[in-house]
């Protein structure tokens, strides 16, 4: 998704068929996420410790608590 906003800022244009793809991509995405709860999520971010590495979306611990 960060890929289609550069290319939205940046001024390239995406086929009709990169287009259709995209939205099918994010339609199975949420499909595979509906199954998660509410309750799990806060449960997780609870037992994450602070201060540690960031994974590979490069969003600190601190910060996914703070959003809760």
Do not use: T
Not at 38 to 43: A, D, I, S, W
């Amino acid at each position: 998704m960060g890929s289609s906003f550069s290319r939205l800022l940046n001024g390239k244009r995406e086929s009709p068929r990169q287009l259709e793809r995209g939205v099918q991509e994010r339609l199975l995405n949420a499909r595979a996420c509906s199954h998660i709860i509410k309750e799990e999520v806060k449960g997780v971010l609870r037992k994450m410790k602070s201060r540690k590495s960031v994974g590979p979306n490069l969003i600190p611990v601190e910060i996914w608590k703070c959003l809760g």
